[in-house]
């Protein structure tokens, strides 16, 4: 099945960022090396003027105000802006950007050839067919695949946060050379042993319950009434017992977080607008003169979506958010 347009920008900008995540420790973009022990910020050594404080070459009053300057204006500046663009348009970090949404989203969708479900803890498997209508594949065989991307993404993952500790081209050459120091193997061990089972077990309940960003970004979301969300359009409630053939939705189907893509905002919290659910609906319905049934709507429109309003009109899509 061909990817939606929406879901191609998407996966585009998913590998970029992934990339940048990789390649960030390397070029000295942002890093924090314990062997000199400081940062680097942007290819510059990045210095909070702690050991020049126990050294004594500075001042109480210099080092606080490096603290401020250096360390929490940039952190807060940081989470300002996270929470300013969540409050607006939602988890857009999360189903864009996050390396590790990426990751749950290819284990689902391996999981989903290997047993029919998205996660071992889902009690039923999801209608065989993609939006499209073509058979989605269903082989036990699969999972010849899961564990193993599985396990190489944890072992990614591990070095990955690694560089961002020690000095990348020490621990890439101790990797090739297989001369990484005792201290290096213990931590791409437990990294890889954790993330492992993280990814085959857990990957859900860390995005909705363990990652702190995640959270964040979903408590500026929900009570922001204006958001954007997924509206959908209640008067047509009908159309959807035609959906994948009359043994499902194809939203629910598709959605990463297994959510209820039809249910109200609070129903939502963990959403990551990720789109899925929207290009699954543009999909069936391509057919359809009355068109989709779900798509991005905000402000007043998303008030009236979250109150169970029946209807979604063409001044709401219009007013929709647009990313």
């Not at 890093?31 to 940062?39: C, G, I, M, P, Q």
């Not at 190489?152 to 621990?171: D, H, I, K, R, S």
């Not at 101790?174 to 089972?197: D, K, P, Q, Y």
Request: aromatic residues 14%; positive net charge; contains cysteine.
């Amino acid at each position: 099945m061909s990817k939606p347009r929406l879901q191609r920008y998407r996966v585009m900008a998913q590998v970029g960022f992934f990339v940048l995540f990789t390649l960030t420790p390397i070029f000295d973009f942002l890093r924090y090396d314990l062997t000199e022990k400081h940062a680097y910020f942007l290819t510059f050594q990045w210095h909070l003027g702690i050991d020049d404080l126990i050294a004594g070459r500075v001042d109480g009053q210099t080092a606080a105000v490096n603290l401020v300057l250096f360390l929490f204006l940039p952190l807060l500046g940081t989470a300002a802006l996270l929470i300013a663009v969540a409050w607006k348009w939602g988890r857009l970090y999360c189903g864009w950007l996050c390396p590790h949404f990426s990751v749950v989203e290819t284990i689902n969708r391996l999981m989903l050839f290997a047993t029919g479900k998205h996660s071992l803890w889902e009690k039923h498997q999801t209608p065989p067919w993609e939006p499209d209508g073509t058979p989605t594949p269903r082989d036990p065989r699969y999972w010849l695949l899961v564990v193993p991307v599985a396990i190489g993404f944890a072992f990614a993952w591990a070095v990955v946060g690694l560089t961002y500790l020690m000095p990348p081209f020490q621990v890439y050459h101790g990797i090739i050379n297989f001369s990484l120091t005792r201290g290096e193997m213990i931590f791409i061990s437990a990294a890889t042993t954790v993330l492992t089972l993280e990814f085959l077990f857990a990957r859900h309940l860390f995005c909705r319950y363990g990652c702190a960003v995640g959270i964040f970004q979903s408590f500026a979301w929900i009570i922001n009434k204006k958001a954007m969300v997924v509206g959908f359009e209640r008067k047509r409630l009908t159309d959807c017992a035609s959906c994948l053939n009359g043994h499902g939705s194809a939203c629910d189907a598709v959605c990463p977080m297994r959510l209820k893509p039809r249910n109200v905002k609070r129903w939502m919290f963990a959403c990551t607008q990720c789109g899925q659910c929207i290009s699954a609906c543009e999909t069936v319905n391509r057919d359809n003169p009355d068109g989709q049934l779900l798509r991005w709507v905000s402000n007043d429109a998303a008030k009236r979506n979250e109150a169970g309003f029946s209807a979604l009109s063409q001044n709401d899509e219009d007013a929709g958010g647009k990313i």
